[in-house]
């Protein structure tokens, strides 16, 4: 039975690789982790472009539509529950009400280049999302920079898919999660060097 529930899915997936590519990158926008990097899904959708399966515009569009929705959801998420976690459990680590209004006052100042930039930084890109809305940035604000970031990381991209192909995946596969697993690890020390400071 869960064998021909496997063959299903796959068969599944490949007539619709656009749909699934969908469905991963939104659930890695709302902050669910995934086995597969968001980096590896959009140059996959270049592929497919490439292949004749799809046209730019189009995969720009599902790829967009996607990330501001689940983006828009963590960052609500983050400014209604994620907020007053912090507020309650940040000082057993360090992170007292003084530290997170200097956090936010900094976040606050530089809010639009420091999304767009978070934005296009892997393994900060949902991460900035999440301090935004701890940051209770304002969601005119928040939302144009989430936007332009997120349009510029998805254009870089699915055209890296487009122009490499399996090139370009087998330099991510190589790079991509220790990569990404050290740009957070270095914007997370940042942050902790902010908050203390």
């Not at 799809?54 to 501001?68: K, N, R």
């Not at 809010?111 to 209770?136: D, E, K, S, W």
């Amino acid at each position: 039975m869960l064998a021909e529930w496997v063959e299903a899915v796959k068969s599944f997936l490949s007539q619709h690789v656009l749909l699934a590519i969908a469905i991963a990158i939104f659930l890695e926008e709302v902050g669910l982790p995934l086995l597969i990097p968001g980096d590896v899904l959009m140059i996959l959708a270049g592929i497919e472009i490439a292949r004749g399966q799809a046209s730019l515009p189009q995969v720009l569009a599902i790829e967009m539509g996607v990330t501001l929705l689940g983006g828009t959801i963590l960052f609500y998420v983050s400014r209604g529950f994620g907020r007053a976690a912090l507020l309650r459990f940040g000082p057993y680590i360090g992170l007292t009400h003084e530290r997170v209004a200097v956090a936010e006052g900094h976040l606050t100042r530089y809010q639009f280049r420091a999304v767009v930039i978070g934005r296009l930084t892997p393994g900060l890109r949902i991460l900035i999302v999440m301090a935004a809305g701890l940051a209770n940035l304002d969601p005119r604000r928040f939302l144009p920079a989430l936007a332009v970031g997120g349009f510029l990381y998805l254009l870089g991209y699915t055209l890296l898919g487009m122009f490499a192909g399996e090139a370009a995946l087998r330099l991510v596969d190589r790079f991509s999660i220790p990569g990404s697993a050290g740009a957070s690890i270095i914007a997370l020390g940042f942050l902790a060097l902010g908050l203390r400071g």
